[in-house]
Nanobody
Framework: QVQLAESGGGLVQPGGSLRLSCAAS????????MGWYRQAPGKQRELVATITSGGSTNYADSVKGRFTISRDNTKNTVYLQMNSLKPEDTAVYYC???????????????WGQGTQVTVSS
């Protein structure tokens, strides 16, 4: 069984910063891509940022220059540093990981439970 546990969400004023963490646990052979997605009320879930096992990153245009994704492969953890936050960044943020539970299994997609980020004065 694999689980993703997110933390770090909360309420922050515009211009502030938050750091999200997502730790994978359970039966894990390897982790390929990891990423963060978000879903605002009444909107579809959208990609925020992704990072490969080798460290290559990809960002949504709306967060480029403000958000930084990173990962610690020794801890099976992915981070999202969010700076210069705007009210439009308000959403539930979900962690996603492509995980191979065993040497001979295919990679499967796992999602975290989500963490609320609210940017408001």
């Amino acid at each position: 069984q694999v689980q993703l546990a997110e933390s770090g969400g909360g309420l922050v004023q515009p211009g502030g910063s938050l750091r999200l963490s997502c730790a994978a646990s359970g039966t894990i052979f390897s982790i390929d891509g990891m990423g963060w997605y978000r879903q605002a009320p009444g909107k579809q879930r959208e990609l925020v940022a992704t990072i490969t096992s080798g460290g290559s990153t990809n960002y949504a245009d709306s967060v480029k220059g403000r958000f930084t994704i990173s990962r610690d492969n020794t801890k099976n953890t992915v981070y999202l540093q969010m700076n210069s936050l705007k009210p439009e960044d308000t959403a539930v943020y979900y962690c996603r990981a492509d995980i191979r539970p065993g040497r001979w299994t295919n990679s499967m997609i796992y999602w975290g439970q989500g963490t609320q980020v609210t940017v408001s004065s």
